[in-house]
């Protein structure tokens, strides 16, 4: 395949390398990939850029949970986009939705003006939005570049027919760029029934901790989750996507 692209999804330094090496195309810098990913702080997207020659775009994300957002976190999501703007970011990964599952168009007109010609990305909010087909061509209205979903499903695989269906209504206009579950078992068969010709993955592994002094009995985040396990991106996984499309 010609003109694909291998979007790596990085919350760390360590990761980004890794998915560099393993031939990503493109990298989307978050915090906190656990939970869905947050907003990076400019420090390791500084780290980042300074040691790799690729393309970053940063995920802005102020809070796990919903994407309704109140005007306190519209402002902070407003502020990041300027802050990464100007450290040199290509692109800002992002969405906002009404209480009713609506695009919130008043939220996102007001980021897409604070973008200035950077690309832009609208996140899984739109995995959560109430109308796909709707807020896709209100995503063309906004001059967004490229929608992430996984066909409004837990795994891409899942979501197949609306994939498809969202790659025909795009008509090149926006991007469809698949994620949930990408590997590269998986590319061609979403491929072959899908055209999406772009791949969101994370790619990651699990890394023991190098502690060796370990105070089981409390927890620094969520009861159920090891703090001695660290995600890691494998580079290996992501040149063998990347084998694939190649391939194609």
């Avoid at 990298?27 to 780290?47: D, N, Q, R, T």
């Avoid at 802005?60 to 402002?75: A, I, M, N, S």
């Avoid at 901790?209 to 494998?234: F, H, K, L, N």
Wanted: glycine letters at 8%.
């Amino acid at each position: 395949m010609k003109n694909y692209i291998l979007e790596c999804c990085v919350d760390s330094a360590e990761s980004a390398a890794a998915a560099k090496e393993g031939g990503a195309t493109r990298l989307e810098l978050c915090s906190a990939l656990v939970i869905g990913g947050l907003s990076p702080s400019v420090a390791l997207f500084e780290k980042i850029r300074r040691e790799l020659d690729i393309r970053i775009h940063t995920l802005l994300r102020p809070r796990f949970g919903d994407f309704c957002y109140t005007q306190k976190e519209h402002e902070i999501i407003r502020s990041e986009i300027r802050m990464f703007r100007e450290a040199g970011a290509d692109g800002v990964v992002i969405g906002s939705l009404k209480p009713d599952g609506s695009l919130d168009m008043e939220q996102m007109q007001e980021l897409m003006e604070e973008a200035q010609g950077m690309s832009v990305t609208l996140h899984r909010a739109f995995d959560m939005c109430r109308d796909p087909f709707e807020t896709l061509e209100q995503a063309k209205e906004l001059g967004i570049d490229t929608i992430l979903t996984s066909g409004q499903k837990n795994v891409c695989t899942d979501g197949a027919g609306l994939l498809a269906q969202l790659v025909k209504q795009a008509d090149g206009k926006v991007d469809i760029l698949l994620g949930a579950g990408i590997d590269a078992s998986v590319i061609r068969d979403l491929y072959q029934k899908t055209g999406a010709t772009s791949y969101h993955m994370s790619g990651k592994r699990i890394v023991e901790s190098r502690m060796c002094y370990r105070r089981q009995e409390v927890s620094m985040g969520v009861a159920d989750m090891s703090e001695y396990e660290i995600w890691r991106t494998d580079a290996e996984k992501v040149r063998a996507a990347r084998t694939v499309l190649e391939e194609l």
